[in-house]
């Protein structure tokens, strides 16, 4: 695959111009927020699935070493839901969505994928893990692109995992 040099907007922005952009939210979002958050990758070649239901045994899943990473975090609002037709209540944390540097993950060498799971530190002693449920990897929408020129960031959609399912390494 070539370089083709973007050009459709150098008379009022350019790559030097994506750069400095750039350059200054991550330095906003990394120096001055400075959210952390834990990455977990599943190993998928150390993870045994299995044969007949493609599935992965409870406590099967093999994973790379964690990897801290800055991103920008929402989280909704939690959800009231039912077990048996309403007979049991409970209260459901809601999703996690992360906006990430795609450069923060290259320089760190890593990619979030679907099943990932992260860790996001909700109090001082308290860690919230979720699982990755949307990688964020199609960012051809104007939304991740800076002024149309090319993409800068993706958003990663997490859900809660429950403590039975993962409980951190």
């Keep these: 695959m070539s370089n083709i040099p973007i050009n459709r907007l150098n008379k009022f922005f350019s790559e030097e111009d994506f750069i400095l ?92 994928k679907y099943a990932d799971y992260i860790g996001y530190s909700e109090t001082e002693d308290k860690i919230r893990y979720y699982t990755v449920v949307n990688d964020g990897k199609v960012t051809s929408d104007n939304k991740h692109k800076m002024f149309g020129y090319k993409p800068h960031y993706r958003t990663i959609t997490c859900t809660i995992a429950q403590e039975t399912e993962f409980r951190g390494i």
């Design 21 to 112: 952009n750039q350059s200054i939210g991550m330095e906003y979002l990394h120096g001055d927020i400075n959210m952390k958050l834990v990455l977990f990758r599943v190993d998928v070649s150390k993870t045994s699935i299995d044969d007949v239901y493609a599935e992965v045994g409870k406590d099967k899943i093999s994973f790379l070493a964690p990897v801290e990473f800055n991103g920008l975090v929402r989280i909704e609002e939690a959800k009231n839901n039912t077990y048996n037709n309403g007979l049991v209540r409970y209260n459901e944390p809601g999703n996690m969505t992360i906006s990430v540097y795609i450069k923060h993950l290259d320089e760190l060498g890593v990619d979030i």
